[in-house]
Nanobody
């Protein structure tokens, strides 16, 4: 499984940005796909995930501002980010795991995901 994250860029605070994670090699609907982010000097943290069955889960810090979705026909998972804040600045990574048990205790853990994309940088200016 290969993942290709794209869509990062520079945006002003309050703006919006959409990220894409193109999955190749396998059918995305058989995988849980998560988005994580890592700011300079900080640990990688969970942002959002979508299960193989379509359930979604979000970190508390992004609820109401970020939406994860999936297009099975395009084998792609999206992360729509609105009302962006400077603290959202980070490299965003998408990750996938085959039929991950979709519980809060597992979907937010980096160790639960076997496949990772290369990351895309999001910079939010104040």
């Amino acid at each position: 499984v290969q993942l290709q994250a794209s869509g990062g860029g520079l945006v002003q605070a309050g703006g919006s940005l959409g990220l894409s994670c193109a999955v190749s090699g396998r059918t995305v609907s058989d995988y849980a796909v998560g988005w994580f982010r890592q700011a300079p000097g900080k640990e990688r943290e969970f942002v959002a995930a979508i299960s193989w069955s379509g359930s979604t889960y979000y970190a508390d810090s992004v609820k109401g501002r970020i939406t994860i979705s999936r297009d099975n026909a395009k084998n792609t998972v999206y992360l729509q980010m609105n009302s962006l804040k400077p603290e959202d600045t980070a490299v965003y990574y998408c990750a996938a795991q085959w039929r991950l048990t979709f519980t809060p205790s597992r979907v937010g853990r980096t160790a639960e995901y076997k496949y990772w994309g290369q990351g895309t940088l999001v910079t939010v200016s104040s």
